[in-house]
C-alpha cells in the first residue's frame, strides 16, 4: 500500500507540499525549481527506510539539501543566498506555516522605495540576473549585487523587528 493511498495521507502529504513550497521560496528558490525540488524532497521521503511518511523537519531538510544542489549545479555563488541564515530564521519564527513572516515581509516591502522594490521584484519574481536587472535600472551588475545584499538585510532586520513586536504585544 502506497503512503498517499487514504483520503488522510493525501490531505497530509498536500499540507506538507504546500510548507515545502513556501519553505523553499523563502530559501530564495526560483519559481521555476519550486515545484521540481517539492516533488523531490517528497519523493525522497517516500523512499526513506524508517516506516510511515516521513515528518516535516525531514522533508524540508530533504529541500533545502535539494536547493544546494540546484545551485551547485547553475554554479550559483554562496554569497547570494545565505541558505543556513534563512533557514535558522524558518526554525526560529515559522510555528504558523509562515503566514506571520509574510505578512511582516509584505509590510517590510511596501516601506521600501519604488525602485527598491522594483529591483527585488526584477531578481525574485522575473529571476533576472545582475546585468539585465542593472540595464533595466541604470546600474552596473555590482551596484545591484550591492543594493541587493543591502536590501536582504534590512528586510532581515524589518521582519525580525515586525515580528519580535508583534509576539510582545500578543503576550
Not at 41 to 56: C, D, I, M, S, Y
Not at 160 to 171: C, L, M, P, S, V
Amino acid at each position: 500500500m502506497s503512503p498517499f493511498e487514504t483520503a488522510e495521507h493525501r490531505e497530509g502529504a498536500a499540507d506538507e507540499q504546500i510548507r515545502i513550497r513556501r519553505y523553499l521560496r523563502f530559501l530564495g528558490c526560483a519559481e521555476d525549481l519550486v515545484d521540481d525540488l517539492t516533488q523531490e524532497a517528497l519523493l525522497a521521503g517516500l523512499r526513506r527506510p524508517e516506516p510511515g511518511p516521513a515528518p516535516l523537519p525531514w522533508l524540508l531538510a530533504a529541500a533545502r539539501n535539494q536547493l544546494r544542489k540546484a545551485l551547485r549545479d547553475r554554479g550559483r555563488r554562496k554569497e547570494i543566498l545565505d541558505v543556513e541564515r534563512l533557514d535558522e530564521l524558518w526554525s526560529r519564527h515559522v510555528v504558523d506555516n509562515g503566514d506571520e513572516m509574510r505578512d511582516a515581509l509584505r509590510a517590510c516591502l511596501a516601506t521600501l522605495p519604488a525602485r527598491s522594490r522594483e529591483v527585488l521584484d526584477l531578481r525574485y519574481g522575473e529571476g533576472l540576473n545582475r546585468a539585465a536587472i542593472g540595464a533595466r535600472v541604470d546600474l552596473q551588475p555590482e551596484g545591484v549585487k550591492s543594493l541587493l545584499a543591502r536590501l536582504r538585510a534590512a528586510l532581515t532586520v524589518c521582519i525580525e523587528r515586525r515580528i519580535k513586536n508583534d509576539g510582545q504585544a500578543t503576550t
